[in-house]
């Protein structure tokens, strides 16, 4: 009767602080959590009542990646269809690939953010998700791009990235806003790349994966002695970013008093760490990201609007992978090629059918989802392209809809029709087909003007006449 009032978890960790940490987030979706110290401990409580009742298993890892990797097999041998999911601190894509394997169904990397861990267990519960297709085992594929290898040739997408470069150069604040899994990190990170400060250090925040009670310790630092348990000083990561840009990913997530000192950074350059009696100077870029529309957190009261306005100088806008269907072929390649040079990986081709079923997909988690349904799927493929029986997950979800929302290989981002059902004037046409081009080839204006098969002076004319020029920089 209990699984019918809440999904019940099983947390593999000794630490009381982290599982009092994974108990609180957990038990906003609704999830009850129990716990066992050690893997012989997990592995007897499967067969216990309250075993037999499990919806998901979370083993952190704070020891060798062999243990680890033997539990998570021992697990899957024991329940196949139990999803286990692995928290660690080492984001080596080493360990993701043992640990899929070994039969994981997902891969977190601390410190853990909320939204994450709630995605995860959200997908791991899913009657429909048992293989885990969808959920989030990559997390992070490192190496930053820069903005002319940022695939994507929809215009919005393209515009929104020509307003990212230019405000690059500039000193001012930007907030990026988007849907969780759109590459607003990629965005930012690429801001960076392109800034007169690329030299200097990046340092990214999960706003919302700091516990309330610690955020201006994380943010501003600490003096010996200023609270209980603050045994040595604590640089904040605005110092650690002297120089350079601050990341604040998920900024809405700030409490109000968090809020109003980062105001007082960003109107006097000042920070002054919890003891300390005097302020610093600190010459910090700041770009912030959110997944949620922070006007309405203005007008809910829950974000300070004289912030907002602080933060918002230059606003830049992702749009999901949903609204840009015709970037998902070149996107996919783009990603297993990332893939295939990570450790342990091979290089994989993906067949047109399968770009189809991928085409035919929402993809509410974006980018992120994509590349961790590719990940996934090259991991387990045995062959030497991606097919659609790669993605049985994504199959499965589409059962009754499986009609690709555009041909991969016929046009791929260019709309011909109106609203209306007319065709649209051409000259609009050829400036989508041209910023396809510019996007699918990576900004090489050689291979673009060759491609189209015409000359490069006759490319830049046209860029001007079509008044596309900014949003192909």
């Known amino acids: 009767m209990a699984k019918a009032n809440a999904k019940v978890l099983m947390l593999v960790d000794d630490e009381p602080a982290q599982r009092r940490l994974v108990a609180a987030i957990a038990a906003r979706a609704g999830w009850r959590t129990i716990f066992a110290d050690t893997g012989e401990e997990a592995l007897d409580a499967l067969n216990t009542e309250q075993g037999l009742l499990l919806d998901a298993v979370l083993i952190d890892q704070y020891g060798p990646g062999e243990g680890t990797i033997a539990l998570i097999e021992a697990m899957h041998a024991r329940r196949p269809a139990l999803p286990v999911l692995l928290l660690t601190a080492h984001g080596s894509i080493e360990i993701a690939v043992g640990a899929m394997r070994a039969g994981a169904s997902d891969y977190l990397i601390k410190p853990i953010a909320p939204d994450r861990l709630l995605g995860a267990l959200d997908a791991a519960s899913s009657s429909r998700a048992n293989i885990g297709e969808l959920r989030p085992l990559s997390e992070k594929i490192k190496a930053p791009l820069g903005f002319g290898e940022i695939v994507g040739a929809a215009p919005q997408f393209r515009a929104a990235l020509a307003i990212a470069a230019k405000a690059a150069r500039a000193r001012v604040p930007v907030l990026i806003e988007g849907e969780s899994g759109v590459g607003k990190e990629v965005v930012a990170e690429a801001i960076h790349a392109a800034s007169p400060r690329t030299k200097k250090p990046w340092v990214a925040v999960n706003c919302g994966a700091i516990p309330e009670n610690l955020v201006e310790s994380e943010l501003f630092g600490h003096e010996r002695g200023a609270f209980t348990g603050a045994f040595e000083r604590k640089l904040g990561r605005f110092q650690e970013a002297d120089g350079g840009t601050i990341f604040l990913d998920e900024v809405g997530e700030l409490p109000l008093d968090a809020q109003v000192k980062l105001l007082r950074v960003l109107q006097s350059g000042e920070i002054q760490p919890i003891g300390a009696r005097v302020t610093r100077d600190v010459d ?20 300070r609007e004289d912030l907002y306005y602080r933060l918002n100088v230059v606003q830049v806008t992702i749009p999901p992978l949903r609204d840009r269907p015709g970037d998902l072929p070149a996107l996919a390649r783009h990603l297993l090629a990332r893939i295939a ?54 199959a499965l979800q589409n059962h009754d809809n499986i009609t690709p929302l555009m041909s991969p290989v016929a046009g791929a981002g260019v709309t011909l029709f109106e609203a209306d059902g007319h065709i649209r004037n051409l000259e609009e046409i050829e400036a989508d087909v041209i910023r396809l081009a510019i996007g699918h080839y990576r900004g090489r204006m050689t291979e673009v003007a060759r491609r189209l098969g015409i000359g490069r002076s006759t490319l830049y004319r046209k860029l001007g006449e079509l008044g596309i020029g900014d949003v192909a920089a």
């Open 284 to 303: 910090v870029r700041v770009v912030a990201a959110t997944n949620k529309k922070l006007i309405e957190e203005v007008a809910a009261g829950r974000f």
């Open 341 to 394: 040079a990570q450790p342990g990986m091979r290089g994989l081709g993906i067949t047109d059918e399968a770009l189809s079923l991928l085409m035919s997909f929402s993809w509410p988690g974006n980018v992120r989802q994509l590349q961790n349904a590719l990940f996934r799927a090259a991991v387990l493929c045995e062959g030497e392209a991606l097919t659609s029986a790669d993605f049985p997950q994504i």
